[in-house]
């Protein structure tokens, strides 16, 4: 099995969110219950598990989220996936936000038509807060997929095509909502043109491909499991896979009502798969017997899908997998035989795997054969980049499962499954060191191990580079304090943080938002991936309440009513909300891990928190009040149990004088917080100075920059 960097399967993990609705509205467009399922980390989904069991969900090639939907109005469910790698995430019970549709009550709702209540929609009408499909077909979309950012063209990539409106709100080019060819029908007959060209004949546009007879086919029932092989003459009308069989005899029907014979062989090896069996086109059936179909792109792909069916799939029958598996990955496993072969374990057979030989775990890098030409490989190409990187190969005997793999100083993958073995690539190019700590399914710990990479060259210390394997402890002739090793800058907000270079131009905006964390502003607006106005600065007057302002700063953008539609934040910074984030499973605590702080707002429900979302521990302990905490010249907001200072008393606000000191951060004595300042405190980075040392936690660093922040614009005295 193959992973990323261990950052980057966690992430996956780490940002998993189960949501009982999203834009659409509180039901589906069906009128069902839904689940909005999203992640960040581009892990691909292969399994959900839920109440009604589990589903494959390989070939959906789901990275980022899905909507599941069909569910009772109000329905719970407790959803887990499992991505590519054997990480599982999820597991908390969610409860969709969807009502039923009451007919009669004069608003066309979602799973009402005309059809089911005439009383409250007429034909052809769509329900409140949805939008018609553009191709006719009559299916409605909500209409907050208009201008969202993603093209629902004519390709209609997400299912709807929304051109007819505005080219979907700008979303789309216009050679992206020019018209495509596609399914015809025409008296039974399939044709595929352009929507325009079948209706002028006469036509009904279907779209998509002819080749799953979506006119229908007289000869669609022809395939028959005991009439032979459709790719041997067989003697028999007919032959054994229903699609090869209707797909033949569409061009020689002699072939379904006569005989299988040399022709029809000859017709089967022209337009069918022998190892499609009865899959669609594209798709190859399991070598298992199973009937499973999977995309026939894996057949050759550089990964194995043998016997073990690590992947979920067995193709051993179509050439070892099209030369991905070896002989004895693709030998059916044989319980007894003396050797534990990948997919047995201790529990499932015992006579040949031993639990206590998995905590001998082996690493090796640069031993491996990744590209197929016979010899080892210093390096892994990474699938994404093109870019050759470190890689470390573990394995292990016993049919044991590890739970996470540990990279001591880099990350953690799991939780997951890695069976017998795991390579984690994208570890650098450059020779690198790790302690590597391995725990399995049972809780037990194999021994630490040490693994260096050997991708590259080694880091010169002297060379004038601070390479990633280096530091201004380990070589401070090439690093400075506080700088960023090579291939990373620094965050353009002042903090110090270091991100990879390759963010910049990435198409993703890394604005003064800080939506992914970093502020890459100063680098010609990130690579151009933000506008002017992505990375221009919170101005006080500008009417903007900044994530930097606050009613105290500057009460001109802040201290102004919330428009309609939005809530206060509960932190008294003036800063508004959309109120639809109170209770709508996600918690807006004190932590104000969403960047708000809903608390104070019950949703209708006396004594709950952000309408329920949050718990009295995520909201500051069970309705404390909070008020001014002063730790030393620093003030903070707090409950009085919560306060490591002195308290200042319920409903207290940290002015400018709160904690004894009218101006804390104008270092230069201008009488104003600003660029002055902070050059001063960026030029103390890293040391103990205590005059510019705002928290005293005995550094200046990010904790010092916050509070700086929090008071640009401040004047001071008068």
């Known amino acids: 099995m193959c992973s990323n960097a261990a950052q980057a399967q966690?992430?996956?993990?780490?940002?998993?969110?189960?949501?009982?609705?999203?834009?659409?509205?509180?039901?589906?467009?069906?009128?069902?219950g839904y689940f909005d399922i999203s992640w960040t980390g581009g892990c691909l989904a292969t399994n959900i598990n839920y109440s009604g069991g589990d589903i494959d969900i390989t070939a959906n090639g789901f990275t980022e989220g899905f909507?599941?939907?069909?569910?009772?109005?109000?329905?719970?469910?407790?959803?887990?996936?499992?991505?590519?790698?054997?990480?599982?995430a999820g597991g908390v019970e969610v409860c969709n936000d969807c009502v039923p549709a009451e007919c009669g009550n004069g608003v066309c709702e979602a799973g009402e038509d005309a059809t089911t209540c005439p009383d409250d929609c007429t034909a052809g009408e769509c329900p409140a807060g949805q939008v018609a499909d553009c191709d006719g077909s009559g299916e409605c979309w909500t209409e907050a997929w208009i201008a969202d950012g993603f093209c629902d063209g004519t390709a209609q990539q997400y299912g709807a095509d929304l051109c007819c409106y505005d080219n979907d709100g700008g979303d789309c080019t216009e050679e992206e909502c020019a018209p495509i060819a596609g399914a015809c029908c025409t008296d039974g007959a399939c044709t595929e043109v352009l929507p325009d060209d079948c209706e002028a004949n006469g036509g009904t546009f279907v779209g998509g491909s002819c080749e799953a007879f979506p006119c229908g086919s007289e000869y669609e029932d022809c395939g028959d499991p005991a009439a032979g092989s459709c790719f041997e003459e067989n003697g028999s009308a007919g032959c054994d896979n229903e699609i090869c069989c209707a797909t033949v005899c569409e061009v020689d029907d002699a072939c379904c009502l006569a005989e299988w014979d040399a022709i029809c062989v000859e017709y089967a090896n022209q337009f069918c798969n022998p190892n499609q069996g009865n899959c669609a086109a594209g798709e190859v059936e399991d070598c298992d017997g199973s009937g499973e179909c999977w995309t026939e792109a894996w057949v050759g792909d550089g990964y194995c899908d043998g016997t073990a069916q690590q992947y979920g799939a067995d193709l051993c029958c179509i050439d070892n997998d099209g030369g991905d598996c070896t002989e004895e990955e693709c030998t059916p496993n044989v319980c007894g035989d003396g050797e534990c072969?990948?997919?047995?374990?201790?529990?499932?057979?015992?006579?040949?795997?031993?639990?206590?030989?998995?905590?001998?775990?082996?690493?090796?890098?640069?031993?491996?054969?990744?590209?197929?030409?016979?010899?080892?490989?210093?390096?892994?190409?990474?699938?994404?980049?093109?870019?050759?990187?470190?890689?470390?190969?573990?394995?292990?005997?016993?049919?044991?499962?590890?739970?996470?793999?540990?990279?001591?100083?880099?990350?953690?993958?799991?939780?997951?499954?890695?069976?017998?073995?795991?390579?984690?690539?994208g570890l650098g190019d450059e020779p690198i060191c790790y302690d590597i700590i391995v725990t399995f399914d049972d809780g037990s710990v194999a021994d630490t191990i040490n693994v260096c990479t050997v991708c590259g060259d080694p880091a010169v210390c002297g060379d004038g580079v601070c390479s990633a394997s280096e530091s201004f402890d380990t070589c401070p002739e090439d690093c400075e304090k506080g700088g960023c090793p090579t291939g990373e800058v620094a965050d353009c907000d002042g903090s110090g943080e270091c991100w990879t270079e390759a963010w910049i131009a990435d198409g993703f905006c890394d604005g003064t938002a800080q939506q992914y964390g970093a502020d890459l502003c100063c680098y010609e607006l990130d690579g151009g991936d933000c506008t002017a106005e992505e990375c221009a600065e919170a101005s006080c007057g500008d009417g903007v309440c900044g994530a930097d302002e606050t009613i105290d700063s500057c009460p001109e953008d802040c201290d102004v009513p919330c428009g309609a539609g939005e809530v206060a934040d509960c932190d008294g910074s003036g800063q508004c909300w959309t109120e639809t984030w109170i209770g709508d499973g996600y918690c807006d605590g004190t932590a104000q891990q969403y960047d708000a702080d809903l608390c104070c707002y019950d949703g209708g429900t006396p004594g709950a928190f952000d309408g329920g979302d949050c718990?009295?521990?995520?909201?500051?302990?069970?309705?404390?009040?909070?008020?001014?905490?002063?730790?030393?010249?620093?003030?903070?907001?707090?409950?009085?149990?919560?306060?490591?200072?002195?308290?200042?008393?319920?409903?207290?606000?940290?002015?400018?004088?709160?904690?004894?000191?009218?101006?804390?951060?104008?270092f230069n004595g201008d009488g104003e917080i600003g660029g002055g300042d902070l050059t001063i405190l960026l030029a103390a980075w890293g040391t103990d100075d205590p005059a510019i040392d705002l928290n005293d936690d005995g550094i200046i660093g990010g904790g010092d920059l916050t509070i700086l922040l929090a008071a640009w614009g401040t004047q001071c005295g008068g």
Not at 20 to 32: K, L, Q, V
Not at 67 to 88: H, K, L, R
Not at 355 to 372: F, K, P, Q, R
Not at 628 to 652: K, L, M, N, R
Request: hydrophobic share 25%; charged share 20%.
């Open 341 to 425: 072969s990948p997919g047995e374990t201790a529990e499932s057979c015992p006579e040949d795997c031993n639990a206590s030989d998995c905590l001998t775990v082996t690493g090796t890098s640069g031993e491996t054969d990744n590209d197929g030409d016979g010899n080892p490989d210093d390096c892994f190409t990474d699938p994404n980049t093109g870019a050759g990187t470190g890689y470390v190969v573990l394995e292990w005997e016993g049919g044991c499962t590890a739970s996470t793999i540990e990279f001591v100083g880099l990350g953690t993958l799991g939780p997951g499954a890695y069976a017998s073995g795991v390579l984690v690539y």
């Open 615 to 666: 718990t009295a521990e995520e909201c500051g302990g069970a309705g404390d009040p909070t008020g001014a905490c002063c730790v030393g010249d620093t003030c903070s907001i707090s409950t009085e149990a919560d306060c490591s200072g002195e308290w200042q008393g319920a409903d207290t606000a940290c002015d400018t004088d709160t904690c004894g000191s009218d101006c804390p951060g104008d």
């Open 10 to 32: 966690q992430e996956c993990v780490d940002s998993f969110v189960v949501a009982g609705s999203n834009d659409t509205g509180p039901c589906w467009t069906d009128g069902s």
């Open 67 to 88: 909507v599941f939907f069909g569910f009772d109005p109000g329905a719970c469910e407790t959803i887990t996936i499992t991505f590519e790698d054997g990480s599982i």
